[in-house]
């Protein structure tokens, strides 16, 4: 058999060492609709608890929004359940250009295409679009799906530190002879929460004559003025060369992803783009609901507002309340514990007062810098965000952490 003892050995050593390091990720099952308030499956499978869900990208709580779910049924019946069929052969219907359309207006750029996630269009963009010659300078700490997407590029790669715009600034210099050069950045960074300085960004590009891409899942749907993403807030609106974004997170929370850009830079990804070329079309019940969702955001701004009162009144208590959160203006809000079985422990104890809320630590975040990132909703209600609170400052006197450095939280299991 080829599957040796030495292989079997090979496969088994990396999940024991993944085992002990305390990095297995276990998943949870939920047994109803995605929200604020969740149904999970016990482990030994013997009932189900409730619990309030403060970790999902449900941003604007539109995974189980009435609207969503009659639209998604009715996409269902008219146009089916799936084209199996890439977009050129026979994949392509009048609601994938529709929503092609619908986005490139959303997020102020000239055209759009579609892809099956915004991994995808992540992994479309460098290798199509970034030849040899090329530089792509990006953030540190961008998505690991930007990083993958650039490895299968043949362009060079370098980096600057994270949001700091000398390092950058450096860079470009450095490299000041490529023809083609392009800043890569988040919009709001997945770990932290933080926005990209978008309007130095631009600024910055402009004087260099390099492009920016800009990866605003965390941002379309919610952030800026009328919700179209970080570009909005910051002010550079209709300025970004090349925007991917997810329908997985506030636009509904199912799956799909576009890059939006420039003309050409779109028509040549239509042309050569893999993961465009070679995978099945997008579901038409996916681009009908995502449609709707941006009807939903384009309508009324209520949502929107529910989800920024919620983040912000989040963020005031838990600092009134001792605990070190990373700074921002975004829902996504870190509680900062540094130490990894800390952070375990106290998403642990959390789950058992029924608050599920996940704790990251090293490779996903670096070392010492273990966290409990929590998220909100505009499916939050006061209520779920009282007890969820009550819940984390009990948790957090039981293993007496509120108002302690980060140098104490961190020598704190060694005692
Ligand atoms: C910043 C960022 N980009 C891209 C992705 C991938 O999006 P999708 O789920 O559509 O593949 C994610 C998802 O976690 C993300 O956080």
Known sequence: MAYSIALQKRYRDILNDIQDQGLNKEEVQITGLQGAEIHIKSSDNSGEARKINMCSNNYLGLAAHPDILKAAHEALDRRGYG?????????????????EQRMSTFLGTEDCILFSSCFDANAAVFETLMMEEDIMISDRLVHASIIDGMRLSRASHDTYKHSDMLHLEKKLQMYHDRH??????????????????????????????AMVFLDDSHATGFLGENGRGSHELCGVFGKIDLIT?????????ASG???????????????????????????????????????????????????????????????????????????????????????????????????????????????????????????????????ALAKFIKVGKELDILGKSKEELLSMHNK
């Not at 770990?191 to 300085?197: E, P």
């Not at 375990?344 to 090293?362: D, Y």
């Open 83 to 99: 084209m199996a069929s890439v977009r050129f052969i026979c994949g392509t219907q009048d609601t994938h250009k529709e929503l």
């Open 180 to 209: 083609g050069k392009i800043i890569v950045t988040d919009g709001v960074f997945s770990m932290d929460g933080d926005i990209a300085k978008l309007q130095t960004i631009v600024d910055l590009a402009e004087k260099h004559n």
């Open 245 to 253: 974004t997810t329908f997985g997170k506030a636009l509904g929370g």
């Open 257 to 387: 992803g576009c890059v939006a850009g420039r003309k050409d830079l779109v028509e040549l990804l239509r042309q050569r783009g893999r993961p465009y070329l070679f995978s099945n079309s997008l579901a038409p019940m996916m681009t009908i609901t995502t449609l709707q969702a941006l009807n939903l955001i384009e309508q009324d701004d209520s949502l929107r507002k529910k989800l920024k009162q919620n983040m912000q009144w989040w963020r005031k208590e838990l600092v009134a309340a001792g605990f070190i959160v990373v700074p921002g203006e975004s829902p996504i809000v870190p509680i900062m514990l540094y130490d990894a079985v800390l952070a375990q422990e106290f998403a642990k104890r959390l789950f058992a007062e029924g608050v599920h809320a996940v704790a990251f630590s090293f490779p996903v975040v670096p070392k010492n810098q273990a966290r409990i990132r929590t998220q909100l909703s505009a499916a939050h209600n006061p209520e779920h965000l009282e007890i």
